[in-house]
Structures are given as structure tokens and as C-alpha cells.
Nanobody
Framework: QVQLQESGPGLVKPSQTLSLTCTVS??????????WAWIRQPPGKGLEWMGI???????YYSPSLKSRTSISRDTSKNQFALQLSSVTPEDTAVYYC?????????????WGQGTQVTVSS
């Protein structure tokens, strides 16, 4: 069974960098049928797609977040990671990682449970 698990600090200070890791089990992030995404949901708002890393390591980012976002992977640990720099309180959200089957567009078949990140001094 495929499982995704987000991990990282729950509290980040303004202007610092938010760093989260998604650990994948039951699937391999280099399998060419899937890409791996980060999505967030601020309080009281809808889901926001942040970016994605493909099975080949290619990355794509939301234009609105591109200047502050980096997605990377560690294939030896079957993990992929999110870094969001220069955070502000507006980056407070529940952050999710998810798997996107090839050809599904922005639709996902497996999600992590989500992790709350609060940006506050």
C-alpha cells in the first residue's frame, strides 16, 4: 500500500525558510508513471498547488511561488522535499504531499495526512 508522510517543523519564524520532507513507502519516486507534488491549504482557503517533481527529477513550480520554492529529492531514501524561503504569516497552512499519476493533471491518487506549519515570531 502506498503511503506518504510529511515531516518537518510546525513553527517557522518570518523571513526564515520552511523545510518539509515527504517520505514515500509502497512506491518508488523514480517510477516513470508518477510525479510527486506539494500542495497547501491556508486556513479558511482552498487548496493551492505549489509544485511538483517528476520521476526524472524535473521540477515545475507555481508561478506565484516560483521565486521562493524549491523541490528536491533523495532517491536513496525515497523522499522528496520542499523548501519555501522568506516565509511570512501568509504561508501558514496545512502542507500536503501527494502522488500524481502520469496523465491525471492536477489530480492525485495518494496523499499524505498533512502537516500544519505556522509562521509566527
Amino acid at each position: 500500500q502506498v503511503q506518504l508522510q510529511e515531516s518537518g517543523p510546525g513553527l517557522v519564524k518570518p523571513s526564515q525558510t520552511l523545510s518539509l520532507t515527504c517520505t514515500v513507502s509502497g512506491a518508488t519516486i523514480t517510477t516513470n508513471s508518477y510525479s510527486w507534488a506539494w500542495i497547501r491549504q491556508p486556513p479558511g482557503k482552498g487548496l493551492e498547488w505549489m509544485g511538483i517533481i517528476g520521476y526524472d527529477g524535473k521540477t515545475y513550480y507555481s508561478p506565484s511561488l516560483k521565486s521562493r520554492t524549491s523541490i528536491s529529492r533523495d532517491t536513496s531514501k525515497n523522499q522528496f522535499a520542499l523548501q519555501l524561503s522568506s516565509v511570512t504569516p501568509e504561508d501558514t497552512a496545512v502542507y500536503y504531499c501527494a502522488r500524481e499519476p502520469t496523465g491525471w493533471g492536477t489530480c492525485y491518487d495518494y496523499w499524505g495526512q498533512g502537516t500544519q506549519v505556522t509562521v509566527s515570531s
